[in-house]
C-alpha cells in the first residue's frame, strides 16, 4: 500500500507564492510519473504539472512560467512551486503518483488566492 501526505497549502493574497510538498510512503516500488492535479468547486479534477521518472516535465497551459514541478527521488518527494497566485488558482490540489499499473492519490490540499 502507497500512502501519499501532502503538506503546503492555505491562504494566500494575489500575486503571493506558495510550495506544495507531497511525500510518498508504503510499498512505493518503481514510479513512473508524479504530479499534480487540481479540482475547483464545481469543476472537474485537471492536471496541473507532472514530472516522469526521467525527469521531464509538464505543464497545463493556464500555469506555464508560474508553477514549477520538482521532485526528490531519495524522498519520494514531489513539490510545486506555484508564484504570481491567481484568484482562479484557487482550488483542491491532489498529487498523484503511479507506479507500474498503479495509481495514487493524496488527500488533497486547499489553495485559497484572495485579497
Do not use: H
Not at 501526505?5 to 494566500?12: A, H, I, M, Q, T
Not at 503518483?97 to 498503479?102: C, E, K, Q, R
Amino acid at each position: 500500500q502507497v500512502q501519499l501526505v501532502e503538506s503546503g497549502g492555505g491562504l494566500v493574497q494575489p500575486g503571493g507564492s506558495l510550495r506544495l510538498s507531497c511525500a510518498a510512503s508504503g510499498s512505493v516500488g518503481s514510479i513512473n510519473f508524479m504530479g499534480w492535479y487540481r479540482q475547483a468547486p464545481g469543476k472537474q479534477r485537471a492536471l496541473v504539472a507532472t514530472t516522469t521518472a526521467g525527469g521531464s516535465t509538464n505543464y497545463a497551459d493556464s500555469v506555464k512560467g508560474r508553477f514549477t514541478i520538482s521532485r526528490d527521488n531519495a524522498k519520494n518527494t514531489v513539490y510545486l512551486q506555484m508564484n504570481s497566485l491567481k484568484p482562479e488558482d484557487t482550488a483542491v490540489y491532489f498529487c498523484s503518483l503511479v507506479s507500474g499499473t498503479a495509481r495514487y492519490w493524496g488527500q488533497g490540499s486547499q489553495v485559497t488566492v484572495s485579497s
